[in-house]
Each structure stands twice: as C-alpha cells, then as structure tokens.
Nanobody, 125 residues
C-alpha cells in the first residue's frame, strides 16, 4: 500500500537551512504528485510547494520563493524540500502529501489522498 514517511525537521537559528525528506513506498514517485504543507499554531493549513509526477511543474507560495526548493530523487523514491534563509515565521508543523496519477500539481490540501505524520520545524534564536 502507498505510504508516506517524513523526516528532517528540527530546531534551527534564523538564516539557517534545513532539508525535509518525503519517502514514498508502494508506488513509484514517477506516478505521484507531491505537495508540502505547513500549519502554524492558530492558523489554517497552508500550501507551501508542490511538484508534478515527472518534475516538470512546480509551484511555491510567495513567502518562500527564492528560499525553498522542491525536488524529486527517483532513484531513492524520495521527494525533498530544501529550506534556506529560514525565518521565525517559517515555524510550523510541515506535512508531505501524495496524489497518485496527477500530472499537474497544486497546493490545495483537498486534492491529496495520502499524508505523512508531520515534522516540526522551529526557527528561533
């Protein structure tokens, strides 16, 4: 069965970097669109970034453009979110989600069927 397992969260100082991993099992990453979402205390879940099944289509929320990069490693069947120049407002629980057979990606939570457990990212001095 399709499973999503996240890792890579932690505590970093402002301006630091962190890389989140999203390991997918049960289906090749080549058939799955991947979305990254985050939820801060007292706020609704926010779409951060997404990548299409073959990597040709990516999207980013305005607040992370130029700082975050989403990518696929098909050999490892793992998607990554590289986060640079982190700010305190990036603090949230980050979730990875998978949408099988979606050639184009989007950042709407309702479009995704399988979700990871979430990983805490805290940016603080």
């Amino acid at each position: 069965q399709l499973q999503v397992v996240e890792s890579g969260g932690g505590l970093v100082q402002p301006g630091g970097s962190l890389r989140l991993s999203c390991a997918v099992s049960g289906i090749s990453l080549e058939y799955v669109a991947i979305g990254w979402f985050r939820q801060a205390p007292g706020k609704e879940r926010e779409g951060v970034s997404c990548i299409s099944s073959r990597g040709g289509n990516t999207k980013y929320v305005d607040s992370v453009k130029g700082r975050f990069t989403i990518s696929n490693n098909n050999a490892e069947n793992t998607a990554y979110l590289q986060m640079n120049s982190l700010k305190p407002e990036d603090t949230a629980v980050y979730y990875c989600a998978a949408a099988p057979l979606q050639p184009m990606c989007n950042t709407e939570p309702s479009e995704y069927d399988y979700w990871g457990q979430g990983t805490q990212v805290t940016v603080s001095s």
